[in-house]
């Protein structure tokens, strides 16, 4: 029988007084004891009527209901596909789809049940596994079983439906911790016997191209996986650890692409600050922020607005995460001797107009930057601090001479990245005493006006399009400041403190990130606790 996620059928049956909750509860843990469907149990006992259950799936689905008695399958249609075939993979041709709109509606239902049988799938997949005794195989041989390509297979499906970033494959004292990253934050999905362990990490090492053999070093690789039909490319990595090695995956879709700043979040006074300096011919813009703040995203944004016929645009990246038309990218390759500092040094013989450089991460990157704005090239990149001043110091650190941090600046702008709220559940909450308590100390502590509270806040309450989380993707809270003449004299100041600059800056009226991601918040696209938590971190 087609499945409705449990959660879902109950409130539609409470909701329609056709069961009590306590009633659904109790038969709730009958159907896991009996190891049943909870709809059979139902219907069984005269709660609803499987017909009427047929309807509900229809429309959780979204589609109608089709009685197939009075349809006729034309002869020369079911001749298209070869029988073995149809044998084999346990289907018929029905009808032909002028316009793919049944094949696309199709997908996306097969995608919403594969997801909800996900655990499931693992879990019967597993037990063939050990069923088939494939432990005593060869690593290679095993993890080319059809029970544990079928587990990888499903782990990375299900982490598509998820809308995750990452997945984490972690080998406990007992058991197989699996983890996903869904929007910044990570999510316990299910544990594995510790049997599987060796065979799913044997399987995940070949598809990397990594040994099969070498269980003490770490190691890392990529390989593509198509899913439904996209190109998916999966970063591997691969570290021992006490009880054994641990894998993470980063899913990166090949057909991302660049988002426009109102995608990533910027508001209008922050969009208007950064198009008037990446229009300059010449300089430096800075985008700083820890490691996940969502750096990379706003450097292709900005690359993404230069993008004409008439500019060369030029790349160094670790990794390459966008495929960009009409841009040079170059990809980092230790191994090959391409480093962001030589790769930099290369590009400037390649007559660029714009430079986007990953991250400067040392001196000797910093200096080539350095010249390269000074001779008449736009150079956009990131670094690694807290806030958008401290970047100042952190060059400085690099080697960089406050002179030439003074003459080649443009912009500097820090970021984080926070959880929006999820359009299709959002609600109001009022402000409680304890949120204004620590939105007064935030304020004060970046030298705003600690009485501005908001009147109202807004929060998701979890609903099926959200999985019952309350938000939906991610976007940025910013802070930026133009080096003008004024913030260039303070820099090649010999008596310049960051407390000095972060002073000027407020006094200019530098908005905080704080600030921003409480507009956001007033606004009802993020929460108060999602700004707080990531300022605090």
């Known amino acids: 029988m087609v499945k409705i996620p449990d959660q879902q059928l109950k409130e539609i049956l409470v909701k329609e007084k056709l069961i009590a909750e306590e009633d659904f509860d109790s038969i709730l843990v009958i159907a896991k ?7 059979d149990i139902l219907v069984s006992r005269n709660y609803i009527k499987f017909d009427y259950y047929k309807q509900l799936v229809g429309r959780y689905f979204g589609v109608p209901l089709a009685n197939l008695v009075h349809q006729v399958i034309d002869e020369v249609v079911i001749r298209l596909l070869p029988e073995d075939i149809a044998r084999q993979k346990r289907i018929i041709i029905f009808k032909k789809d002028p316009d793919g709109a049944y094949i696309d509606k199709g997908f996306e239902v097969y995608g919403r049940r594969s997801a909800e049988d996900f655990k499931t799938t693992i879990e019967e997949n597993i037990q063939a596994s050990i069923r088939a005794q494939i432990f005593g195989k ?5 993890a080319a079983e059809v029970p544990i390509v079928a587990i990888v297979n499903s782990l990375i499906s299900y982490a598509l439906a998820s809308r995750a970033s990452d997945i984490h494959i972690e080998i406990l004292e007992d058991t197989i911790l699996v983890r996903y990253r869904i929007d910044g934050v990570l999510h316990e999905i299910l544990r594995l016997p510790k049997e599987v362990h060796a065979p799913i990490i044997a ?15 770490p190691q890392d690789g990529r390989f593509r996986y198509q899913a439904s039909g996209e190109p998916l490319d999966i970063r591997v990595a691969v570290i021992p650890t006490f009880y054994g090695e641990k894998v993470e995956m980063r ?4 057909t991302n692409r660049a988002l426009a700043f109102e995608e990533i979040g910027m508001l209008e006074d922050t969009i208007k600050l950064v198009k008037g300096n990446i229009a300059k011919t010449y300089g430096i813009v800075l985008v700083t922020g820890p490691t996940g703040s969502g750096k990379s995203t706003t450097l292709y944004a900005m690359v993404n607005v230069l993008n004409k016929p008439e500019v060369n645009i030029c790349t160094v990246e670790d990794p390459v995460e966008y495929d960009m038309k009409y841009i040079n990218q170059t990809q980092v390759n230790t191994a090959a001797g391409i480093t962001f500092a030589s790769g930099l040094r290369a590009l400037l013989r390649q007559d660029p107009n714009i430079i986007m450089v990953g991250e400067i991460r040392d001196s000797e990157t910093a200096d080539i930057a350095v010249q390269a704005a000074l001779t008449g090239h736009l150079v956009i990149s990131s670094l690694h601090t807290n806030d958008a001043p401290s970047a100042i110091p952190r060059l400085f650190d690099m080697k960089v001479e406050p002179f030439l941090a003074a003459a080649v600046l443009n912009l500097i702008m820090a970021q984080r990245l926070v959880r929006k709220i999820c359009p299709e559940c ?8 304890e949120i204004a308590a620590a939105i007064k100390n935030q304020l004060k502590l970046v ?9 109202k806040l807004f929060k998701g309450k979890g609903c099926q399009s959200c999985n019952y989380i309350g938000f939906k993707g991610r976007m940025a809270i910013f802070e930026a400041f133009e080096v003008d003449e004024e913030m260039r004299g303070i820099i090649v100041d010999p008596r310049f403190t ?14 905080s990130m704080f600030e921003d991601g409480l507009r ?12 707080l938590r990531v300022i605090r971190e």
Request: charged share 35%.
């Open 251 to 254: 899913l990166l879709l090949a």
């Open 33 to 39: 004891r009996m190891g049943q469907q909870v709809a």
């Open 520 to 531: 956001k918040a007033e606004k009802g696209t993020t929460t108060i606790e999602e700004v």
């Open 138 to 142: 060869a690593e290679k041989e095993a």
């Open 203 to 217: 399987r995940i090492k070949l598809l990397a191209a990594l040994r099969l053999d070498e269980h003490a070093k």
């Open 447 to 455: 030298g705003a006006d600690a009485d501005k509270l908001p009147k």
């Open 498 to 511: 960051l407390d000095n600059l972060k002073k000027a800056l407020r006094k200019n009226g530098m908005i």
């Open 426 to 433: 959002v609600t109001p909450q009022e402000v409680s005493p």
